[in-house]
Nanobody, 126 residues
Framework: QVQLVESGGGLVQAGDSLRLSCAASGRALSEFHMGWFRQAPGKEREFVAA????????YYADSAKGRFTCSGDIDKNILHLQMTGLKPEDTAVYYC???????????????????WGQGTQVTVSS
């Protein structure tokens, strides 16, 4: 069993930065492919970023490219999402997720992930 706990969300102004963290317990992050998703009120959960189990490959949604960076601290078993240049449209609950084994469709599909955190709220004011 894996437990994920996100932290680092908050209320910021447009242009600010935040670093989200996802602490894993129960198993090592290096056993999984890792992802970040977000869900705004009234919208479906959407892909933000992903990193393969080795930490050598990262993938980003177009909305996140150039602004967000996904990284892992293997020693501490923590996944991070560094977000810069935040915009009001980034406002959402952000979730980290883990996938065991290979993806069937792709890293961007939420329903392919096996474990999820409880989410952390990010609110960006204009």
């Amino acid at each position: 069993q894996v437990q994920l706990v996100e932290s680092g969300g908050g209320l910021v102004q447009a242009g600010d930065s935040l670093r989200l963290s996802c602490a894993a317990s129960g198993r090592a992050l290096s056993e999984f492919h890792m992802g970040w998703f977000r869900q705004a009120p009234g919208k479906e959960r959407e892909f933000v970023a992903a990193m393969d189990y080795s930490g050598r490959k990262t993938y980003y949604a177009d909305s996140a490219k150039g602004r967000f960076t996904c990284s892992g601290d293997i020693d501490k078993n923590i996944l991070h999402l560094q977000m810069t240049g935040l915009k009001p449209e980034d406002t959402a609950v952000y979730y980290c997720a883990l996938r065991t084994g290979f993806f069937i469709v792709g890293y961007y599909k939420a329903d392919e992930y096996d474990y999820w955190g409880q989410g952390t709220q990010v609110t960006v004011s204009s």
